[in-house]
């Protein structure tokens, strides 16, 4: 009979060696693939959502100060509107109030410790509650004549003959409702007025602007008579804010995630509450380029320098992070953001500092010219 052998103790020690250091191999491999992958998924995510934020700013940062064919600096509006965020800016000769869209078409706010928004923002906005402004962030705000808007289809009057009081009527229906903001205008004057009644008419809209919500129910000029019917046109009008904000949700650590919101006009309603644009925007960075002694120089909302008539390009700095903590070691990097400096900090809790956690986060900056403000600067 043949005697069978088995394995002796130590080569049994020495397979189950080199099965736990293959194994372990394959687990590090494995770790670091799959490490690799969330880091590419992060960065694919990190910039989709990047694009996205820059796009909806930038969009809204080229149209600001659009008032159609008459260029906000060789021709102020005239606001008939009682309820518009535009500030007033002194008198006219007949006493009338004076109002310049040149001090709110692009501006901003540094957000304070206490929560104080410098300098406010037009239009007695108060910020939500429920998703406040992160302090040491900033907030942008812009207003325009926005891409809803119509030929006017006749001239505005009432019976048979052109006149100040008669309806604005569209060719097309633009769905505006009563309450909404809109601009009327051709290249020799605008006027932004609050809609205070529509009728439907040959597939448009007569739009009134009686006295209920603007000054006196009249426009300032005959629009639509046959000099300037083609160049007249009735649009909407767009006043919004971006800010960064807490979503109130956290990931798998417990880290709070941000996220960039925009609130419109109307403020302070409960039925238009803000909008949340997109997520894992950290901090939210502007630096507006104003002209001084033909040169241009970039400053902050709060700088004692800052005048909004004179922004003529704007800066966006954005810190994106990822949703989880997926980097080897905290971020202790500082990160330049529209030329402000953001340090690590372990506590961070604001925007003057970023939190030194494990996520991953990169730094998106771009400047836009402001393109409704063509020409040099002109005194009114």
Known sequence: MRRIRGVSLIELLIAMTLGLILLAGMIA???????SADLNTAMANIQENARFALSAIGSDIRMAGFQGCLDSRRGRMTVKSTTAPVPTDGVNADGSIKHNINLSAATGSVIQPSGEWKPEIPGNFVPSDVNPPIPGTHALAVQFGNSRQSLLQGPVNSGSSPNLQGPA???????????????????????????????????????????????????????????????????????????????????????????LYMQSFPYNDPDNPPAEVVQGVENLRIAYGISTDNALRYVTADDPAFRPEDVESIQIGLIMSSWDRIAEQDDTNTY?????????????????????????????????????????????
């Open 29 to 35: 491999v494995f770790s670091g693939n799959k490490r």
């Open 336 to 380: 330049v953001v529209a030329g402000q400096s953001i340090l690590p900090s372990a506590s961070s809790i604001d925007g003057q500092t970023h939190p030194q956690d494990g996520r991953y986060r990169l730094i998106f900056n771009t400047t836009i010219k402001v393109r409704n403000r063509r020409d040099e600067r002109i005194s009114f």
């Open 169 to 259: 009527v569209t060719v097309d229906d633009l769905e505006f409702t009563a309450g909404d903001l809109a601009l009327i205008g051709n290249c020799e004057s605008v006027d932004l007025f609050t809609v205070t009644g529509v009728q439907s008419t040959n597939g448009g809209q007569s739009l009134l602007h009686a006295a209920a919500s603007n000054i006196d129910g009249n426009f300032t000029t005959r629009y639509g008579i046959p000099r300037n019917i083609a160049q007249t046109y009735v649009m909407g009008f767009e006043s919004r804010i971006y800010y960064v904000a807490d979503t109130g949700l956290k990931n798998s650590a417990g880290d709070q995630v941000r996220a």
